[in-house]
């Protein structure tokens, strides 16, 4: 069974910092593509950041550049994003996913596989 736990969410004042940790099983982490996507109530969901199946390249969408950063653990079979700086902006509920091998385009929301349930974060003061 394919399963994604995402976890680390939480809330926090503007300008703070957490980290998000996915937990993978069920599939072969270590040679699949992962990303964070985001969803704000009452919004569709928005490519956050991705990461190739070694860790060797990384893609941020323009708003979180330089704040947040992805990583990936192959050996604990586990995806990470650490996220500074945060503003009220970035409260959503945060999703990990695979992207799909046969998909080109990073941030095509449609061209993952696997989803996890999420973790909230909410960034207010």
């Known amino acids: 069974e394919v399963q994604l736990v995402e976890s680390g969410g939480g809330m926090v004042q503007p300008g703070g910092s957490l980290r998000l940790s996915c937990a993978a099983s069920?599939?072969?982490?270590?040679?699949?593509?992962m990303v964070w996507v985001r969803q704000a109530p009452g919004q569709g969901p928005e490519w956050v950041s991705g990461?190739?199946?070694?860790?060797?390249?990384?893609y941020y969408t323009n708003s979180v550049k330089g704040r947040f950063t992805i990583s990936r653990d192959n050996a604990k079979n586990t995806l990470y994003l650490q996220m500074n700086s945060l503003n009220p902006g970035d409260t959503a509920l945060y999703y990990c996913?695979?992207?799909?091998?046969?998909?080109?385009?990073?941030?095509?929301?449609?061209?993952?596989?696997?989803w996890g349930q999420g973790t909230q974060v909410t960034v207010s003061s």
């Open positions: 996913a695979r992207r799909r091998s046969d998909r080109t385009v990073w941030s095509d929301t449609e061209g993952y596989d696997y």
């Open positions: 069920g599939f072969i982490f270590s040679t699949s593509d």
């Open positions: 990461i190739d199946h070694d860790g060797g390249r990384t």
